[in-house]
């Protein structure tokens, strides 16, 4: 079993900059791709962005194009969150999520537990 932890969020004003880790432990021999989800308060839990094991493929929903990125150091156990151009509506708890497969599949293995980042205006 894989166990993850977010860390990196804040408080920043809009135009500022984040970068949110997800450090996994346990059995992370296992290749799985990794995705972050946000959740602002009432409303659901959206994905955000993913990343396949290798690295070399990605995804993010449209209102963070351009403005996040997200990568993985393997050797490290460890995935990334750049947050650039903040906005306030990116105001939320932020997860990661372990996939079962080495692509995005969306068969969730394991969440952390949430890191807060709130964007002033």
């Known amino acids: 079993q894989v166990q993850l932890v977010e860390s990196g969020g804040g408080l920043v004003q809009a135009g500022d900059s984040l970068r949110l880790s997800c450090a996994a432990s346990g059995r992370t021999s296992s290749r799985y791709a990794m995705g972050w989800f946000r959740q602002a308060p009432g409303k659901e839990r959206e994905l955000v962005a993913t990343?396949?094991?290798?690295?070399?493929?990605?995804y993010y929903t449209d209102s963070v194009k351009g403005r996040f990125t997200i990568s993985r150091d393997n050797a490290k156990n460890t995935v990334y969150l750049q947050m650039n151009s903040l906005k306030p509506e990116d105001t939320a708890v932020y997860y990661c999520?372990?996939?079962?497969?080495?692509?995005?599949?969306?068969?969730?293995?394991?969440w952390g537990q949430g890191t807060l980042v709130t964007v002033s205006s």
């Open positions: 990343i396949s094991w290798s690295g070399g493929t990605t």
């Open positions: 999520a372990a996939d079962r497969k080495a692509y995005w599949s969306g068969y969730l293995e394991v």
